[in-house]
């Protein structure tokens, strides 16, 4: 790394807890220069504009995000472990004492839901590749035989990111102490539901051994 | 109502749109002075500050919402009907064309997360009130016999958080055309699993019914 690599990650990594704490939007060159203690005018050399800054801090973000992954999923063996392994990675990043409120893609995403522009279209694109890398972990799992072979892909998809956005606001929102512990739980519900291995509740399993108990005493 | 009541119900009804679109903070007396084609200082005569307009659009914000509850659970009976009917209104809620980036609360919630004040107390209270109705409905749905006496009352509000909250993100960021279908589809399985008379899936219903049968010829 040269020395104005160095300058430019460590302006971004300040940019980035400043946009968990006050949004996309409420990040300017002011209220950075005063926390790095930088002049304006060397910032604008850097990025050149707001919204320059802005998506270095979006990349800086999914990069951030990004080698966390490889870290927690290097050596995990394909299929549920990795899927375990990717969600709790993410539910560490929502929790990161860096990110006083949590992600700022996520928060952008909230922001500029009625606002088009380039930075909605980035905002969009990095939560689709999102999407997209869960749905690949997931069909690893159908393809390990650990999750059923017809379960819904996209509907995993969908309720794991409510998870995490659940645990986000327990967690940044209501301050609960017991936001993770309920994620997990929810996590672990839902995954439990597609397995192949899916224990039966032990209520259903003694029923069903009387049912089928019955059934064999009057066909036998 | 009065004149005065009327007006100040119209200059909220728009302050509601704004704040979904552009976020609490966004919401200024200037751009509401101009979609309203009034002047910035008959605003300020209403509201005082810009907190207190602010404050004002929350209020305004969970009465609408109230209004829709009302209507919608309406001889609707205790129990599973009436969550059903409550998670419906709060799903139709976050579509409403009016709320053109969903409810302000809680594009407010995460906007205030890392910001103390009386805003964000505000914005805390409404949620926790939110989250304890929502608790109080799945206890009927218990005492009525139709969700099992062990459930975790406070795990299950929270998933059916995260599932609006999906949806949210599904709709105004995403905006998927299945954002509607994977949240119904989501659910119905979670009732489901916490349903008394949940039905066996069918494998499972087979598996176990052989285990039973060959158990009764082991031990038979």
Chains 1, 2 share one sequence.
């Not at 400043?18 to 409420?26: I, P, Q, T």
């Amino acid at each position: 790394m040269s020395k104005g690599d160095l300058t430019r990650s460590r302006i971004l990594e300040e940019a980035m807890h400043l946009a968990s704490r006050d949004g996309l939007d409420g990040l300017t060159i002011g209220s950075l220069s005063e926390a790095l203690s930088l002049s304006k005018s060397g910032l604008f050399a850097h990025f050149g504009s707001k919204e320059a800054l802005q998506l270095a801090v979006l990349e800086h973000t999914r990069a951030r995000f990004g080698v966390l992954l490889v870290a927690r999923m290097h050596r995990v063996a394909k299929g549920l472990a990795s899927l375990r392994a990717f969600v709790n990675a993410w539910l560490d990043w929502i929790a990161l004492p860096e990110l006083p409120a949590g992600c700022p893609i996520l928060g952008a995403s909230f922001e500029l839901e009625a606002h088009e522009g380039s930075l909605r279209d980035f905002v969009v694109k990095l939560q689709r590749e999102s999407r997209d890398r869960m749905a690949a972990i997931v069909r690893d799992a159908v393809d390990a035989g650990e999750l059923r072979k017809a379960v819904d892909v996209a509907q995993i998809v969908f309720e794991l990111r409510g998870i995490t956005l659940a645990f986000h606001q327990e967690l940044h929102v209501m301050r609960s102490p017991s936001a993770r512990e309920h994620a997990e739980r929810a996590v672990c519900a839902l995954l439990e539901r597609h397995s192949v291995d899916k224990p039966e509740p032990a209520s259903q399993r003694v029923r069903s051994r009387v049912a089928g108990h019955r059934k064999t005493r009057r066909t036998g």
